[in-house]
């Protein structure tokens, strides 16, 4: 990592992992992502920082990081060990069978860790990697887009420069920390001004400085909680001109570190906590989101508070970035999916400016100058933003950190919301044919746009209901009876910003001779539901199935934190969607089903791409 984010680096990302091969064979792995031009240098780098290790081996530092992140993170799945979902169980079972790997259960492994971890040396680790670096049964591959006028480097090539990497000077690695706290000044900070406590459990803070605190407190998971603050505004308020750099500001400053740390040594910094903050600037709001365990809540919100004040920007971040991006666009359009979405983007933001697909022009008008002034603006002002916070929650131990970092934000108090970019999916009728690519494949995507109540929790669930009895009818046709297909997905999407709106989209792959006839079948299936109402029985399943996905669904910090979020944003009752989701699933029957039908899969107002392989000469 630390080599990639050098000027001119010889690779653009770089990974060594050791694990599973193919059963029952484990291996070694360098691997790394390069110019097209650079295969040589980047081996080479990769190697040499192979053969350094092999040389002089990892650091005492570097260990100490490790080993307080092995035991800080084994002490987490501890704590939290009654409530681990069946799936933890079942990956654990399965590599108990296939792998052999024991199942002493979490109590003893924990135990285990506090006993060994600690006593584990640097020159025990050092013989392990230079055990795994080894000339012999050494598979190099190198794979690259096939394109004219790309040559890649001969066998001969690529072992010349592992030849030559064992006769280079090197020098041991230097282990560089900045010393640093995280945050050198204690904001002041501001008092909570007003508190209520509103059905669900839920507290609510005003605080000084005008920000809106919400806290809910579960019991999903022992040590972890979740948070999300926004504000309203987001890259609508970007002029024309400066909105490139604002859509790409928190992917260059989030990654360009925060406050005294790059982003290489806020990863050191951080060893050992569990606390992750990541800014977001979004098309209609921005703000912050994250996560910590219960013991590492403070450098949470000394995190959230230097995302805010202490932004930086990183010229060799964005170099690497820019070099990353312009080659991935270089080879964005091999991929005939490509022109596939590219066209049914196109139709459904009815060619938005801001929503056409990034090309190497457009990465020429990003400027991480501006999208620094961007950001800085965005979070300048902290006095419209509500946060919500979710999980193993302690009122008094919140409250303190609460006023102090989140009481601390700038607050200007300016009058601002989101604008309307006039951002809709078109009416009426669309069909569009993407030739591309030699597989004898096509895909085909359908969609049904239109107004949407999205207030309504029935009509939410009512729409989700009716595309799950239509993937199911259409399933059985396509796959089971017509043989013409493996898979059909449909899914409903509902939106409220900027107005209220749905799209209900059905997308399968078949054979491109088959391809209308599919077409028409799913056609058929969609008259069939709005002539008569489904059976009572398929009825039922989708609806235990809805409950259950419910059941379990907001059994999980995020999941919860997400529906209250957007409840706050939308500025309607805290939870009651939540609450009346259950009510509004069992009241879903066939008739019900069909009304659905009938008014959200209009046939007057729908879209239609098809991809089908290039046609030959």
């Not at 909105?243 to 806020?266: E, H, K, P, Q, R």
């Not at 056409?356 to 990003?366: S, Y």
């Amino acid at each position: 990592a630390e080599i990639a984010r050098e000027p001119n680096p010889p690779f653009l990302q770089g990974s060594s992992s050791q694990g599973q091969l193919i059963r029952p064979l484990a291996a070694y792995f360098l691997s790394a992502s390069v110019l097209e031009t650079g295969v040589e240098r980047g081996l080479e780098s990769l190697f040499t920082e192979a053969e350094r290790v092999e040389r002089y081996g990892f650091t005492e530092s570097e260990l100490a990081r490790q080993k307080t992140n092995l035991l800080r993170g084994m002490e987490r799945s501890y704590t939290n060990r009654e409530n681990r979902d069946s799936g933890a169980f079942a990956r654990e079972y399965t590599r108990a069978f296939l792998n052999g790997e024991s199942i002493p259960g979490i109590e003893y492994e924990y135990a285990l860790y506090q006993r060994f971890v600690p006593e584990i040396s640097i020159d025990e680790v050092n013989r392990i990697g230079q055990n795994w670096i080894r000339d012999a049964n050494r598979v190099v591959v190198v794979a690259a887009p096939e394109k004219e006028g790309l040559v890649m480097p001969s066998e001969a090539d690529l072992a010349a420069v592992l030849t030559a990497v064992d006769d280079v000077e090197i020098t041991a690695y230097v282990d560089t920390v900045n010393d640093a706290p995280l945050l050198a000044a204690i904001p002041d900070g501001s008092e909570i001004v007003a508190t209520r406590t509103i059905e669900g459990d839920i507290t609510e803070w005003d605080l000084a400085n005008g920000i809106r605190v919400v806290l809910k407190p579960t019991d999903f998971d022992e040590d972890q909680v979740q948070f999300r603050g926004s504000s309203p505004g987001g890259t609508s308020l970007a002029t024309d001109e400066d909105y490139i750099a604002a859509s790409t500001a928190t992917t260059l400053i989030s990654n360009s570190g925060v406050g005294a740390f790059n982003a290489i040594d806020l990863d050191k910094v951080l060893a050992g906590k569990l606390a992750n903050v990541r800014p977001f600037i979004s098309t209609y709001d921005e703000g912050i989101t994250g996560n910590a365990s219960t013991a590492d809540l403070e450098t949470m919100f000394q995190l959230i508070y230097l995302r805010f004040t202490a932004p930086r920007a990183d010229d060799t971040l964005y170099e690497l970035w820019e070099a990353q991006t312009r080659q991935a666009l270089a080879n964005r359009d091999s991929n005939p999916a490509t022109a596939f979405n590219d066209a049914y983007n196109r139709i459904v933001t009815q060619d938005h400016p801001r929503q056409r697909p990034p090309t190497v022009a457009i990465l020429d008008q990003t400027d991480l100058y501006k999208s620094l002034s961007f950001y800085e603006d965005r979070f300048s002002d902290a006095s419209d933003y509500t946060f919500v916070f979710v999980g193993k929650i302690d009122v008094e131990v919140m409250r303190p950190l609460v006023e102090r970092y989140l009481g601390g934000l700038p607050s200007t108090g300016r009058d601002e919301t989101w604008r309307d970019i006039g951002l809709r999916a078109p009416s009426g009728v669309f069909t569009e044919t993407v030739y591309g690519g030699i597989e004898p494949r096509s895909q085909t995507r359908i969609a049904f746009t239109g107004p949407f109540d999205y207030g309504n929790q029935a009509e939410r669930t009512g729409i989700r209901a009716m595309a799950m009895v239509l993937e199911t009818r259409l399933r059985d046709r396509m796959r089971e009876e017509l043989g013409g297909t493996y898979s059909i997905n449909v899914g409903a999407n509902m939106n409220w910003q900027p107005v209220e709106s749905y799209t209900l989209s059905i997308a399968f792959g078949s054979d491109p001779d088959r391809s209308d006839e599919l077409v028409q079948a799913v056609f058929d299936g969609i008259e069939d539901l709005k002539s008569a109402p489904p059976d009572d029985a398929l009825v039922s399943d989708i609806r235990q199935a809805l409950l259950r996905s419910f059941e379990t669904g907001f059994q999980d910090n995020r999941a919860l934190l997400g529906q209250l979020a957007n409840d706050y944003q939308r500025g309607v009752t805290p939870g009651a969607s939540i609450r009346s989701y259950p009510a509004s699933a069992e009241a879903l029957s066939p008739a019900s089903i069909q009304e659905d039908a009938q008014q959200y899969l209009n046939l007057e107002n729908q879209i239609r791409v098809t991809l089908m392989p290039e046609l030959q000469p």
